[in-house]
């Protein structure tokens, strides 16, 4: 079975650019988060999705947006990227939440110049 | 206080010892306890996780739970140079987001 897929794998952006993130979760797995990973900050929750629907929301400025699709597919929007946006931004799916188990994709690095 | 806290170590262990490792959780109404690794670069990659009180076993690999205390530890036997990474405690209450801690580095000295 394909693990959790992330794409792109890498990207530059300047300041005031937005971005789009993309993650294909585990095939059959219905819920999908978004973490931002830095250095100082560790792991820190951005939102996650489940049946085309937010259902945890993390302390993150509206710049941070993002959508799921039918197909459970997701993608996370950054609108006028600042320096302190450059982290790895990771994405994991499980089943429908909970108790079940989450699984992580390779991440996508992001570095605002 | 964090909602979940671990040691930032590092915690160095000769090859071959045991590695213990833990994590202290605030709230009360938390019902699944996730151990992750990950190495420098890598993304985390989940290697145990716990419902119930009490020992979990797993090749080299034990997690302990005890609600009670609010604690979840994880045990590396025999502990390998590639065990070395930073190992995160995660928990979840109900549907409500995964929280994780800081993590702990450990280094396995050959």
């Known amino acids: 079975k394909a693990g959790v897929t992330q794409t792109p794998r890498y990207l530059i952006k300047t300041r005031g650019q937005q971005v789009t993130l993309s993650c294909s979760p585990i095939?059959?797995?219905?819920?999908v988060s978004w973490y931002q990973q830095t250095p100082g900050q560790g792991l820190q929750f951005l939102f996650e999705y489940f049946s085309e629907t937010q259902r945890n929301k993390g302390n993150f400025p509206g710049r941070f947006s993002g959508r799921q699709f039918s197909n459970s597919r997701s993608e996370m929007n950054v609108s006028t990227l600042e320096l302190g946006d450059s982290a790895l931004y990771l994405c994991?799916?499980?089943?429908?939440?909970?108790?079940?188990?989450?699984?992580f994709g390779p991440g996508t690095r992001l570095t605002v110049l | 206080q964090k909602e979940v806290e671990q040691n930032s170590g590092p915690l160095s262990v000769p090859e071959g010892a045991i590695a213990s490792l833990n994590c202290t959780y605030s709230?009360?109404?938390?019902?699944?306890f996730f151990w992750y690794r990950q190495y420098s670069g890598k993304s985390p990659e989940l290697i145990m996780f716990i419902y119930s009180n009490g020992d979990k076993e797993d090749g080299r690999f034990t997690a302990q739970l005890n609600k009670a205390s609010q604690y979840v530890s994880l045990l590396i036997r025999d502990s390998q140079p590639s065990d070395s990474a930073t190992y995160l405690c995660?928990?979840?209450?109900?549907?409500?987001?995964?929280?994780f801690g800081s993590g702990t580095r450990l280094q396995v000295q050959p």
């Open positions: 994991a799916s499980s089943l429908d939440g909970g108790v079940n188990e989450q699984f």
């Open positions: 709230d009360r109404g938390s019902q699944s």
């Open positions: 095939s059959g797995h219905r819920s």
């Open positions: 995660a928990v979840r209450a109900g549907r409500r987001a995964l929280t």
